[in-house]
């Protein structure tokens, strides 16, 4: 069963705001029936630091098959640098 990350904007929005975002999308790739790499599931850590956090992100990425994009992406410098890894590494790309 293919791998998706989810890639998209958490900092600096209201963190249950995230929270939801998230677990929306995660849920509507699950019921496509991929598995879904939740970042915020991730971290787990609502007060871990960017780089930290990006770290426990791009390890995560990096066991995946694929990343889908949320609309919100093109606001983070995190969910950025995640589809440039994914493009370096030869990943599918998707969008919500």
Not at 64 to 77: Q, V, Y
């Amino acid at each position: 069963m293919k791998r998706v990350y989810i890639a998209g904007k958490v900092t600096g929005l209201p963190f249950t705001g995230v929270v939801k975002k998230f677990a929306q999308a995660q849920s509507e790739i699950e019921d496509l029936g991929f598995i879904a790499v939740n970042p915020i599931t991730v971290v787990n850590d609502s007060g871990c630091d960017w780089n930290k956090a990006m770290k426990l992100c791009i390890n995560a990425l990096l066991e995946c098959d694929a990343i889908i994009m949320l609309p919100c992406w093109r606001e983070s410098k995190g969910a950025l640098l995640e589809m440039n890894i994914a493009i370096n590494f030869g990943m599918e790309i998707m969008f919500m």
